[in-house]
């Protein structure tokens, strides 16, 4: 269990919540800013319960994720089916049992919940030096607005193995989530976290990662569906050599909040780090959040990493929130940056398309698909690109209409 901080006495003489991600200082107390400082512990009475003035909950509408600040009861809200790759689902892990647990360490309340309330998790395992040349898809259906579900997912792929795994999200729940992705030496793994989830949906995920030495690890959230998605995930380039791309594509409607707090910790030497997160916003109320934190620690030297985020707004209404951080301990690194840009239609590219005898609603519609296909074609998965081309367009009928 990770080491707690201590309110001061004259905080706890108060029925105030005091954040868990804080420390003690001399001069009071001093809530932590930096994602590698944040408290770590698989009970959830170590977090208390979010107010919404916490560092990693302030974005967040903590009243409606409320459902998930406590164990499912009935832990009945999904059910999970392999579509293809069956064979290499394996045993299911208890806590407790390698690998579960070899890495992920809850670092917020909902994460705590997820561990505490998964009795078994789903383990997808490629083994040693075993190529996959199709996908292994896992689809994870809600069974209802109002019935919860915990789980923990551990996907491991062993040295010198290579596969693409997809979870897909649909239907409608509660859910609380823990994926735990171990990328061992040699291994080309991606990982491709898929959400169109129905409007009443509320999906908190933790994703942990670690890559090991020469190591690659793609990762990708898409969120198309659902209420409140917060999908964060969190990479540790951890032997030397090793590789993490982190790609999010995302498209908010009326009322929809999708957000996702990166992290990526270089800890090897000669590792490169990429993320680049795209989204649009269209609709009343419908808002992004991306906070992107990357560090270089203090053995990563020769690291080469970058980290953008863009958002496109189409709409009165709507809004993206987006922080990006970089903290560097290390004087040799090849290179470093990060870059954060919202906006809406680029107005010189419309009177291009027009000046050529394009349609105003024909220019944008294809100024939005050159924006987000970008990250579409990262995928590797003709089917699913053309699937989420079609789920773009749809939107784009929409606000259209």
């Given at each position: 269990?990770?080491?707690?901080?201590?309110?001061?006495?004259?905080?706890?003489?108060?029925?105030?919540?005091?954040?868990?991600?804080?420390?003690?200082?001399?001069?009071?107390?001093?809530?932590v800013?930096?994602?590698?400082?944040?408290?770590?512990?698989?009970?959830?009475?170590?977090?208390?319960?979010?107010?919404?003035?916490?560092v990693?909950?302030?974005?967040?509408?903590?009243?409606?994720?409320?459902?998930?600040?406590?164990?499912?009861?009935?832990?009945?809200?999904?059910?999970?089916?392999?579509?293809?790759?069956?064979?290499?689902?394996?045993?299911?892990?208890?806590?407790?049992?390698?690998?579960?647990?070899?890495?992920?360490?809850?670092?917020d309340?909902?994460?705590?919940?997820?561990?505490?309330?998964?009795?078994?998790?789903?383990?997808?395992?490629?083994?040693?030096?075993?190529?996959?040349?199709?996908?292994?898809?896992?689809?994870?259906?809600?069974?209802?607005?109002?019935?919860?579900?915990?789980?923990?997912?551990?996907?491991?792929?062993?040295?010198?193995?290579?596969?693409?795994?997809?979870l897909?999200?649909?239907?409608s729940?509660?859910?609380?989530?823990?994926?735990?992705?171990?990328?061992?030496?040699?291994?080309?793994?991606?990982?491709?976290?898929?959400?169109?989830?129905?409007?009443?949906?509320?999906?908190?995920?933790?994703?942990?990662?670690?890559?090991?030495?020469?190591?690659?690890?793609?990762?990708?959230?898409?969120?198309?569906?659902?209420?409140?998605?917060?999908?964060?995930?969190?990479?540790?380039?951890?032997?030397?050599?090793?590789?993490?791309?982190?790609?999010?594509?995302?498209?908010?409607?009326?009322?929809?909040?999708?957000?996702?707090?990166?992290?990526?910790?270089?800890?090897?030497?000669?590792?490169?780090?990429?993320?680049?997160?795209?989204g649009?916003l269209?609709?009343?109320?419908?808002?992004?959040?991306?906070?992107?934190?990357?560090?270089?620690?203090?053995?990563?030297?020769?690291?080469?990493?970058?980290?953008?985020?863009?958002?496109?707004?189409?709409?009165?209404?709507?809004?993206?929130?987006?922080?990006?951080?970089?903290?560097?301990?290390?004087?040799?690194?090849?290179?470093?940056?990060?870059?954060?840009?919202?906006?809406?239609?680029?107005?010189?590219?419309?009177?291009y398309?027009?000046?050529?005898?394009?349609?105003?609603?024909?220019?944008?519609?294809?100024?939005?698909?050159?924006?987000?296909?970008?990250?579409?074609?990262?995928?590797?998965?003709?089917?699913?690109?053309?699937?989420?081309?079609?789920?773009?367009?749809?939107?784009?009928?929409?606000?259209?209409?």
């Amino acid at each position: 269990m990770a080491a707690q901080a201590t309110a001061p006495a004259e905080a706890q003489d108060t029925n105030a919540h005091i954040d868990p991600a804080a420390q003690v200082a001399d001069a009071g107390f001093v809530p932590v800013q930096t994602r590698s400082e944040r408290p770590r512990s698989f009970e959830p009475d170590d977090f208390g319960v979010p107010s919404g003035r916490e560092v990693n909950w302030k974005h967040t509408p903590t009243a409606r994720v409320k459902p998930l600040f406590a164990v499912a009861a009935q832990n009945d809200g999904v059910t999970y089916e392999t579509l293809s790759g069956a064979e290499y689902i394996s045993a299911p892990l208890a806590a407790g049992t390698a690998p579960r647990g070899e890495f992920f360490v809850p670092e917020d309340l909902v994460a705590a919940v997820a561990w505490q309330g998964s009795s078994e998790g789903l383990h997808v395992r490629i083994p040693r030096e075993t190529e996959v040349s199709e996908p292994v898809v896992i689809s994870i259906a809600g069974q209802g607005a109002e019935r919860r579900a915990d789980a923990h997912i551990v996907i491991e792929a062993l040295e010198h193995s290579a596969a693409t795994v997809v979870l897909r999200h649909s239907g409608s729940a509660q859910y609380a989530q823990n994926v735990e992705i171990i990328a061992r030496a040699g291994s080309r793994l991606s990982v491709i976290s898929v959400q169109q989830w129905e409007d009443d949906a509320v999906h908190a995920a933790s994703h942990q990662a670690r890559v090991d030495a020469d190591a690659q690890l793609k990762h990708f959230v898409v969120t198309f569906g659902g209420g409140v998605v917060r999908v964060n995930p969190n990479l540790e380039l951890s032997g030397n050599g090793s590789e993490g791309r982190m790609y999010g594509l995302s498209y908010a409607d009326a009322g929809q909040h999708f957000e996702s707090q990166v992290y990526l910790h270089h800890k090897g030497a000669h590792t490169v780090g990429d993320v680049l997160y795209k989204g649009a916003l269209q609709g009343e109320s419908a808002h992004s959040v991306w906070i992107g934190d990357v560090l270089i620690g203090p053995d990563a030297t020769a690291t080469d990493s970058y980290e953008a985020n863009r958002n496109l707004v189409l709409t009165e209404g709507a809004r993206a929130d987006s922080i990006p951080n970089l903290e560097i301990q290390t004087g040799d690194i090849l290179g470093a940056g990060h870059a954060s840009a919202t906006g809406r239609f680029d107005d010189e590219q419309l009177f291009y398309l027009q000046a050529r005898g394009i349609t105003e609603e024909e220019a944008r519609r294809l100024v939005v698909l050159g924006f987000l296909s970008d990250i579409v074609q990262r995928l590797g998965i003709p089917a699913l690109e053309a699937e989420l081309l079609v789920a773009v367009e749809v939107e784009l009928a929409a606000v259209n209409a």
